[in-house]
């Protein structure tokens, strides 16, 4: 009898033992539930460094001969889709095959803003003339350009809207209603 309380005795303490020492280790283990810690700050800015380091090549369109031609050229890439459909719209502004058109002659890129929608927002303001003076199709090809710019680049971007000065605008250069929302056009390119 008295060995079999010895005996009960020691099991409940190699039992005690074993329990809590498994529960220690428990408590020490990782909780599945937590997210995965992110790699070293110092290693994800040389790496994004290294990428907006490399230009990037982006489809142009412009007005010429009646119609949108294509073209390409380079911009620096940019952290976001917003800069860099800003940096792609300056690059269209700054090339010297659109310089000669009118209406894209006669306005600046105030600014773009991007929603969550997908709805590029350009935000123009006028040039030193203050007054764009362009034909109808002048006025309608410049819009495309930039439309067509945006959307063919940027698959976030599904349509464009135009402002001036930062508020809804009627029309450009009086013959397009800006009134309503833009989608690519490639009919216009030749």
């Given amino acids: ?75 620096q890439r940019q952290p976001d889709t917003q800069s860099l459909a800003r940096a792609s719209l300056a690059a269209l502004f700054a090339d010297q095959r659109a310089a000669p058109e009118p209406v894209l002659r006669d306005i600046r890129l105030r600014e773009l803003y991007l929603d969550n929608s997908g709805t590029a927002y350009i935000d123009l303001m006028p040039g030193a003339q203050k007054d764009v003076r362009a034909s109808a199709r002048e006025e309608q090809l410049a819009i495309y350009a930039m439309v067509n710019t945006l ?13 001036l000065d930062g508020r809804e605008a009627q029309t450009l250069a009086g013959h397009m209603d800006l009134s309503r929302t833009f989608t690519k056009r490639m009919d216009l390119v030749k």
């Fill in 151 to 163: 959307l063919q680049n940027f698959e976030e971007i599904k349509q464009v809207v135009l402002l």
């Fill in 1 to 75: 009898m008295q060995s079999d309380r010895l005996l009960l005795g020691v099991v409940i303490i190699l039992t005690t033992l074993v329990a809590s020492g498994g529960i220690m280790l428990w408590m020490r283990m990782p909780s599945t539930d937590t997210a995965p810690q992110p790699a070293r700050e110092e290693q994800q800015p040389a790496h994004q460094q290294s990428l907006l380091d490399e230009p990037l090549l982006i489809t142009l369109y412009y007005p010429h001969e009646g119609m949108l031609a294509e073209g390409s050229a380079t911009v």
